[in-house]
């Protein structure tokens, strides 16, 4: 494996993984009434939602990327620092608490719509307001298809489509549907870039990818054959070396790790255990025999 090739892969995976930030003009809203099948319910209105919560990372960064920062009236649990194209129109809008806020501090923000990528934000055990109780106060919400079991039955795989239906409906519900295809659009054309440039820069022969989420002592948690991680290596013309795990994550061991070709190790970069951190420690594990190989 060249630096050039390891540099080639890492430019495309930068490109994919920045997808959701690709900016169009919004169109103009409508308030005709809509309804959408999310997650076993039903998301009606009859207008556009006007003081809307977003409760993940990539729920806050897919509102900004529509352009619909004007009717969010609250953001939560960031993984990492909001993407530089979209800082500007995060730093107007409040963040109700670093992780998951508390169902008081959610109902206090007066929503008429709380949107999540992932289903522990309408998890009852966390003391959250669940979708069905959202419902019974006249709040609508959306979940990710990605985080819904009843969406996921209909794919084997995380798959682009998801994230397009994704965008295609939040653009629906805010009425902004010109500009979720607009951006739809836009992701189509860095996916085609990026597979050019893969072409381009890499060999006949695929990088083997690992994809490291985190490490301990209880082994290592890695991105499986079925999720985004899978997906993101596999448009960017690279093999994940554990694409056989018939799941989006798994915890593996040092030992299977260090049994597999890996050419390339992508880091997860968080606030809370950064890829630098992770680097370090890497030097002082078991890992530093496919770093010297």
């Given at each position: 494996m060249t630096a050039s090739r390891c540099r080639s892969f890492f430019l495309v995976c930068v490109a994919l993984a920045m997808m959701p930030a690709l900016l169009v003009a919004p169109a103009h809203a409508k308030d005709d009434p809509v309804i959408v099948a999310n997650g076993g319910l039903t998301v009606q209105s009859a207008s556009a939602p006007k003081r809307a919560i977003a409760m993940n990372q990539a729920a806050v960064e897919i509102m900004l990327a529509l352009g619909l920062e004007e009717q969010m009236v609250g953001t939560a649990f960031l993984d990492d620092k909001i993407l530089p194209?979209?800082?500007?129109?995060?730093?107007?809008?409040?963040?109700?608490?670093?992780?998951?806020?508390?169902?008081?501090?959610?109902?206090?923000?007066?929503?008429?719509?709380?949107?999540?990528?992932?289903?522990?934000?309408?998890?009852?055990?966390r003391g959250l307001p669940t979708r069905r109780e959202l419902a019974d106060m006249g709040i609508a919400s959306y979940l990710s298809p990605s985080a819904s079991p009843q969406e996921m039955k209909r794919y084997d795989r995380w798959q682009m489509d998801l994230l397009y239906k994704e965008i295609r409906e939040i653009g629906k519900i805010f009425r902004v549907d010109a500009t979720a295809a607009a951006l739809i659009a836009n992701i189509k054309s860095a996916i085609s870039r990026a597979a050019a440039i893969s072409a381009k820069k890499t060999s006949k022969q695929k990088l083997k990818i690992l994809w490291l989420d985190s490490f301990n002592a209880n082994g290592v948690y890695i991105g499986g054959g079925t999720g985004v991680p899978d997906e993101i290596i596999r448009l960017a013309g690279g093999e994940n070396t554990f694409s056989d795990i018939n799941d989006s994550w798994e915890i593996v061991s040092q030992e299977q790790v260090i049994s597999r070709p890996v050419d390339l190790i992508v880091l997860i970069e968080a606030t809370w255990d950064t890829a630098n951190e992770k680097r370090k420690k890497l030097r002082m594990t078991l890992f530093m025999q496919i770093l010297t190989r």
């Amino acid at each position: 494996m060249t630096a050039s090739r390891c540099r080639s892969f890492f430019l495309v995976c930068v490109a994919l993984a920045m997808m959701p930030a690709l900016l169009v003009a919004p169109a103009h809203a409508k308030d005709d009434p809509v309804i959408v099948a999310n997650g076993g319910l039903t998301v009606q209105s009859a207008s556009a939602p006007k003081r809307a919560i977003a409760m993940n990372q990539a729920a806050v960064e897919i509102m900004l990327a529509l352009g619909l920062e004007e009717q969010m009236v609250g953001t939560a649990f960031l993984d990492d620092k909001i993407l530089p194209e979209l800082a500007d129109a995060y730093q107007r809008i409040l963040v109700l608490a670093k992780k998951y806020p508390s169902k008081e501090i959610i109902l206090a923000a007066n929503p008429d719509f709380v949107y999540a990528s992932f289903f522990s934000a309408f998890s009852a055990k966390r003391g959250l307001p669940t979708r069905r109780e959202l419902a019974d106060m006249g709040i609508a919400s959306y979940l990710s298809p990605s985080a819904s079991p009843q969406e996921m039955k209909r794919y084997d795989r995380w798959q682009m489509d998801l994230l397009y239906k994704e965008i295609r409906e939040i653009g629906k519900i805010f009425r902004v549907d010109a500009t979720a295809a607009a951006l739809i659009a836009n992701i189509k054309s860095a996916i085609s870039r990026a597979a050019a440039i893969s072409a381009k820069k890499t060999s006949k022969q695929k990088l083997k990818i690992l994809w490291l989420d985190s490490f301990n002592a209880n082994g290592v948690y890695i991105g499986g054959g079925t999720g985004v991680p899978d997906e993101i290596i596999r448009l960017a013309g690279g093999e994940n070396t554990f694409s056989d795990i018939n799941d989006s994550w798994e915890i593996v061991s040092q030992e299977q790790v260090i049994s597999r070709p890996v050419d390339l190790i992508v880091l997860i970069e968080a606030t809370w255990d950064t890829a630098n951190e992770k680097r370090k420690k890497l030097r002082m594990t078991l890992f530093m025999q496919i770093l010297t190989r």
